[in-house]
């Protein structure tokens, strides 16, 4: 059969095409008539794939969390299949300023949103155009496309429609077939937010993803999206603030695309608008992060979403379907092409243009820090293909990160050099600046994400090249542990270590920790150190074997002692020693949480820390015995108001009392403050009272004073707070809004001390300053036999704060 085909395609091409299926000849149904669930897409691509083995060649890239399909589709002519890997090598070359490459690299990503389920059908339709009627195209152009990116969410929000769809479908809007509910299919298998993880690369489809992006770093990438049901189409030019580093030409070609899909929109009579919210600034978006590797990165939004169903009545009366949103996707998906095709010179000349030295400020960044914290940057500077060494003994100077100021540091061989000078420059300077440059503060998400705070390393940004050898070396031989000793001790200050302490309970080994600092055999521990001892662990058996391999595994350095009896400090049968208990952990979810916010917890604990959870939905919490749980995490969320009811605002507070650990995190903090048994108060603060005389236009200008927009500031630690162990007296907090409580007595952990209101990266309006002054940022505070911890600030958001992750695992084993 399909020697048949090919020999067909060779002779008789036209016949060959005419027989492709289109997708509603090959699905059975009307395309836009139905939901395609993720098995079908994969199975009309292998379908395409198969039939035109010339013109097409399909790649599995990858597994999501749920063991779906990660598919990569390129097309282009035959002559171009041929040669692909040199088109490839040639276009690469590019940014060396070497090469002659003439074909153009366009990139489609569907459906990075699962319930913006329009995208993935689109697709269909448009890959098969694109090889029919539209092949001519392809001429001179190599297109991937990848059909799903989110294929988990997809399938959930499409599994959940044709479940409740009525038959035929209702366009009601207040029919169940619009209500998906809070388990949306947004986000991936963990909720998180993929089209928030293109930088941070926290989840494993965009781990897998990004292999094969790099390998291309196409001219033109466009995501596709949908947006609330009555919203007219959005497609380029992006709307401001964009990043500095937005060359000219993509601005400009962003208009270009922007202009010809119009051209279609206005003869067909459809609304659309540009230049308005979605803007290119936050870098870890399918628009910015192609945009700053030297594509022209593009969002393209369709009214719809999950809402939207099979057909809806829209607040004007009309009645918008699954078949008007597949056109208009279709319609910019191939103008996009299209205009790539017919500037191919532009496009090869503008990437290498990108590539050329732009003379950045800052020539080289250099990070000195705790190795697990050099290692962690390091693993995802790799995956992003920047390049770094290792430094070498010397005196750096520049801007010092810590200290906002002008300042120097030495650097030795564990120091990360970045150097400015390599291809991808502009990434480096748009994910280490301090500081980025806005040119307007009205954005669509946070406004600093600089890697050495979210990563908690000293850093100095120099104007002057830093040389670096090599990479950082680590020779230790982490099986090198004697057996038979009295204890082993391992220090506590990094997420490496938490993981390790998880392998460690996982494996049901007993450990302690010192809540006093000692010497012991000439060396000094800190607070935190974990205590492993023999004779807690005389029943296990293989406890050397199990340890060794906890080591080897983690990269964890473990120092024996024959004694037990410190130089100075607490011995390890102190009190001041406690035992870590192998812990029952519950996390709150459901309506009163966010679900982005609930899933940071999930993915923590199970990608992260590798520790069990058990996911307590509000519908039956009510019913739940907590006296099987350690630990209650009630994470961010705006519905605690409704949720914490007389009843379970009492079964919290009986079960913390008799010895529960309540971890509340921002929106579930504000749901019992107001109960004085909680000792965390809101701060009260004055309101501007002068009268607002601005006229209605600038009022959202006005409302950004009381906003902050994700920025970064430097708060005081007391690190002799259980909740603060492994800490240096500071921590870069970054701050999503102007939640203020104020400061707990004897519990205060990390707090903003005076004067620290202003950020050291980012925006923060002057209301909100004043608001946030003095005010705490985490804290504990002992309530009967248990303990309550609040996070008012998120050390999980979006699982990229890699320094803060220590204090949620702090929360879980070491406040006691
Ligand atoms: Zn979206």
């Known amino acids: 059969m399909k020697t048949k085909l090919h020999f067909l395609l060779l002779v008789l091409p036209c016949i060959a095409i005419a027989q492709l299926k289109s997708p509603s ?46 598919l990569l589709a390129t097309i282009s002519s035959k002559s171009n299949m041929d040669n692909l890997e040199q088109i490839r090598l040639e276009h690469l070359k590019g940014m060396k300023g070497e090469g002659a490459p003439n074909k153009a690299i366009v990139w489609l990503s569907y459906n990075v949103h699962g319930n913006e389920s329009v995208s993935t059908e689109a697709s269909m339709q448009t890959i098969y155009d694109l090889l029919t009627v539209k092949s001519d195209y392809l001429e001179d152009i190599v297109v991937l496309i990848d059909p799903c990116i989110n294929p988990d969410g997809r399938d959930r929000y499409v599994n959940w429609y044709n479940q409740y769809k009525n038959s035929p479908f209702q366009v009601d809007p207040n029919s169940k077939e619009h209500h998906e509910g809070w388990w949306s299919g947004r986000s991936n298998h963990y909720m998180f937010d993929l089209n928030r993880d293109w930088a941070w690369l926290t989840q494993v489809e965009s781990q897998q993803r990004l292999v094969q992006f790099n390998k291309w770093l196409p001219h033109v990438h466009v ?89 809806i009545v829209t607040a004007i009366g009309d009645t918008l379907t699954l078949r008007d949103r597949i056109l208009h996707h279709h ?72 200290t906002a100021k002008t300042g120097s540091f030495k650097s030795s061989g564990n120091s990360l050099v970045i150097p ?66 009295y204890a082993y001790l391992a220090d506590w200050n990094s997420m490496k270590d938490a993981k390790f302490l998880a392998e460690l309970l996982r494996e049901k080994i007993r450990v302690r920790f010192a809540h006093k600092p000692f010497t012991l055999d000439g060396n000094a521990y800190e607070r935190g150190t974990l205590i492993i001892t023999k004779s807690d662990n005389k029943n296990v058996k293989d406890f050397n074997v199990i340890l060794k391999k906890a080591a080897v595994t ?36 459901g309506n009163p949480t966010s679900t982005l916010r609930f899933g940071e917890i999930w993915n923590f604990f199970e990608q992260q820390l590798n520790y069990p959870v058990s996911n307590l939905d509000e519908s039956y919490f009510h019913k739940v015995d907590l006296s099987k749980y350690d630990i209650l995490i009630l994470p961010d969320g705006r519905g605690y108001n409704s ?64 906003a902050i927009t994700g920025a970064i500031f430097k708060a005081t630690v007391d690190n002799t707070n259980p909740l603060a162990y492994g800490y240096s007296d500071t921590y870069f907090t970054l701050k999503l809004g102007d939640r203020s409580y104020n400061y707990l007595e004897n519990g205060s952990a990390v707090y903003l001390s005076e004067g620290a209101n202003e950020p050291v990266s980012g925006f923060a309006g002057s209301e909100a300053k004043k608001k946030i002054a003095e005010t705490l940022v985490y804290g504990t505070q002992r309530m009967g036999k248990g303990q309550v911890i609040y996070m008012i600030d998120n050390p999980l958001f979006r699982g990229f704060w890699e320094n803060g992750k220590l204090f949620f695992a702090n929360a879980l084993f070491m406040v006691h």
């Open 25 to 70: 000849e090959f699905l059975g149904y009307e395309l836009g008539t139905q939901f395609t669930r993720h098995h079908q897409v994969v199975d009309y691509y292998e379908y395409l794939a198969q039939a035109e083995p010339q013109r097409m060649n399909l790649m599995e890239y990858g597994k999501t969390n749920e063991r779906r399909s990660l």
């Open 223 to 311: 995501d596709f999206h949908e947006q609330g049901v009555d919203n007219p189409y959005y497609f380029a030019p992006a709307a401001e603030p964009f990043h500095e580093v937005v060359t000219n030409f993509q601005r400009e070609f962003q208009r270009t695309i922007g202009k010809n899909h119009a051209k279609y929109f206005d003869e067909n009579g459809w609304f659309y608008f540009t230049k308005e919210v979605f803007d290119l600034l936050y870098p870890s978006y399918g628009d910015t992060y192609p945009t700053y590797n030297g594509g022209v990165g593009m969002t393209y939004e369709q009214g719809g979403s999950g809402q939207a169903g099979l057909g």
């Open 331 to 402: 319609t910019t998906g191939l103008s996009t092409v299209e205009v790539a095709s017919k500037n191919i010179t532009r496009l090869n000349d503008e990437f290498k243009n990108f590539y050329a030295d732009k003379g950045y400020t800052y020539k080289s960044y250099i990070l000195n820090g705790n190795p697990d914290k050099i290692e962690a940057l390091s693993n995802l500077l790799d995956k992003h293909d920047i390049k770094y060494n290792a430094g070498v003994n010397t005196t750096v100077k520049g801007y010092n990160y810590k």
């Open 420 to 485: 400015s000078n390599q291809p991808k420059s502009t990434l480096v300077k748009v994910l280490f600046e301090p500081i980025a440059k806005l040119s307007d503060s009205v954005t669509y998400d946070i406004t600093a994400w600089s890697l050495p705070y979210a990563y908690g390393l000293d850093a100095i940004a120099s104007e002057t090249t830093v040389n670096g050898v090599g990479v950082v070396q680590d020779n230790t031989d982490y099986s090198a542990i004697a057996p038979n000793s």
């Open 554 to 589: 983690h990269k964890k350095k473990i120092t024996a002692t024959n004694t037990g009896f410190v130089e100075s400090g607490k011995d390890f049968g102190s009190s001041y020693v406690d035992v870590i208990q192998n812990l029952n952990i519950a996390v709150l979810s």
């Open 643 to 706: 949720f914490l009811n007389k009843h379970i605002k009492q079964k919290i507070k009986d079960w913390v009392k008799a010895g529960g650990k309540l971890i509340a995190m921002a929106g579930a903090i504000d749901g019992l403050s107001s109960d004085k048994d909680y000792a965390i108060k809101e701060k009260e603060t004055k309101k501007d009272s002068t009268i607002n005389l601005e006229s209605f236009e600038v009022s959202e200008r006005e409302q950004i004073k009381s």
